[in-house]
């Protein structure tokens, strides 16, 4: 079965600091991964995604991500954070025998001036 | 159209009553999905249409949930006899249906059941 981990509730950073969100995912076979973001009360904003190839993908609003196959994580970066960036953030995978995204629980992301 | 549209937004009903919630995909996307979000939860796959293949209904959590779409238009998600625990957002979501396309949500209908 599919499966997305994100360990923290809440990520907290200062402005202009990078800012890290994790994810880690289990698959049977290799993963199409995505990220989304959440503005309040609005559905989700499609970020970036791997689907094979280099192992660093850049998306949209300065975001990055990597994907680690051996750690099977597929974590969210960006150098210097925006108080904009205050959202919340959606890792989900997908398996490529299937159609349908797992999404992991969520990470709110603070960004403070 | 621009994107996915759906509707109501908003949506308060009593226990026990019956709702329908639209879907208007992007033109020319053939895949359709439903996903529901609980409050301070991640989001849970209802349904998913692809053209005239028949859908996967896997993850509709009783039978008291059902969803149409025809052809490769306007989807509709029926709750019959609503109940408190149907609470949450709806987001339809689209994509073009290759293997690696990106989901595109709607803004979501937040169901309230009282």
């Known amino acids: 079965a599919q499966s997305v981990a994100q360990p923290e509730d809440q990520v907290n950073v200062a402005e202009g600091n990078p800012l890290t969100v994790k994810c880690t995912y289990s698959?049977?076979?290799?993963?199409?991964l995505f990220w989304y973001v959440q503005y309040p009360n609005r559905g989700l904003q499609f970020l970036l995604k791997?689907?094979?190839?280099?192992?660093l993908v850049k998306g949209s609003y300065g975001f990055e991500a990597e994907f680690n196959k051996s750690q099977t994580s597929f974590h969210l970066k960006k150098p210097s954070a925006l108080v904009s960036d205050s959202a919340l953030y959606f890792c989900?995978?997908?398996?490529?025998?299937?159609?349908?995204?797992?999404f992991g629980t969520g990470t709110r992301l603070l960004v403070s001036p | 159209g621009a994107g996915v549209s759906q509707s109501p937004s908003n949506k308060v009903t009593e226990k026990g009553k019956d709702v329908e919630l639209r879907c208007d995909p992007i033109s020319g996307h053939t895949a359709l999905y439903w996903y529901r979000q609980r409050l301070g939860q991640g989001l849970e796959f209802l349904i998913y249409f692809q053209g005239n293949s028949a859908p996967d209904k896997s993850g509709l959590p009783s039978d008291r949930f059902s969803a149409e779409r025809t052809g490769e238009s306007v989807s509709t998600l029926t709750i019959q006899r609503t109940q408190q625990e149907d609470s949450a957002v709806y987001l339809c979501a689209s994509s073009g249906g290759q293997g690696n396309s990106i989901q595109y949500f709607g803004a979501g209908t937040r169901l309230s059941v009282l």
């Open positions: 791997y689907i094979t190839g280099d192992n």
């Open positions: 698959v049977s076979g290799n993963p199409y």
């Open positions: 989900a995978v997908r398996d490529r025998g299937f159609q349908k995204l797992v």
